[in-house]
């Protein structure tokens, strides 16, 4: 157990729609980084948070956007759902926003229909 | 996306045998990591590489970090069932656009038979 936690864990959605992932990074963790982990293209980065502040932004779509509240948790929105963000989608989170020592969470599957 | 070049793909491995996997990139990267990731789970850290040459073990796993920054290389030795799952390389950079981000490779399936 790396100690950072996602819900949902899976997530089944239609084409059109707008879903919420929830992150909740390791107690004294700053730093929180969203992954999207599909098939064809592997484990891609998408946006880095440090202690609410974006610091980072990676291969995100528009459509994509994310934040990280007071309490440190972060949430990535994803919207106007299409059949190709179906993916596992995962957090990591850090103490500091230099660290290179990421631990992830269990993920969400995402599955658009 | 940009990701490490990593090889094999997939390995077929009796248990009890050797195995090993390496990652290379055209870019030079400041710390070389090695994950495993089990089905429907995220990726767990096996080992940390920070230095150029840096040799690290962890139990029946080890690592090291290339010379050239370029490239590094995971073994495990004695292998056992457990042992299945998917490898992942990631390197990472400091500074400028790519502060925090990890740069994964495409991952090295391993299959142990018993």
């Known amino acids: 157990d790396s100690g950072v936690t996602q819900t949902p864990k899976h997530l089944i959605t239609a084409t059109g729609q707008r879903v919420t992932l929830r992150c909740s990074p390791r107690s004294g963790d700053l730093s929180v980084y969203w992954y999207q982990q599909s098939l064809d293209q592997g484990l891609q980065f998408l946006i880095h948070y440090y202690n609410g502040e974006e610091r980072a932004k990676g291969n995100i779509l528009e459509r994509f956007s994310a934040q990280q509240f007071p309490d440190l948790h972060s949430e990535l929105n994803l919207s106007s759902l299409e059949l190709g963000d179906s993916a596992l989608y995962f957090c990591a989170s850090t103490l500091r926003s230099t660290t290179d020592t990421q631990y992830f969470g269990p993920g969400t599957r995402l599955t658009v229909l | 996306g940009q990701q490490l070049n990593q090889s094999p793909q997939s390995m077929f491995i009796q248990e009890g045998e050797d195995v090993s996997m390496n990652c290379t990139s055209s870019s030079i990267f400041n710390t070389w990591l090695w994950y495993k990731q089990d089905p429907g789970e995220g990726p767990v850290l096996l080992i940390a590489l920070y230095k150029a040459g840096e040799l690290t073990s962890n139990g029946r796993l080890t690592a090291q970090f290339g010379i050239t920054r370029k490239d590094s290389f995971l073994n495990i030795s004695a292998s056992i069932p457990s042992d299945v799952g998917i490898y992942f390389c990631?390197?990472?950079?400091?500074?400028?656009?790519?502060?925090?981000?990890?740069?994964f490779g495409q991952g090295t399936i391993l299959t142990v038979h018993p």
């Open positions: 990631a390197g990472h950079r400091t500074g400028g656009t790519s502060y925090g981000k990890l740069t």
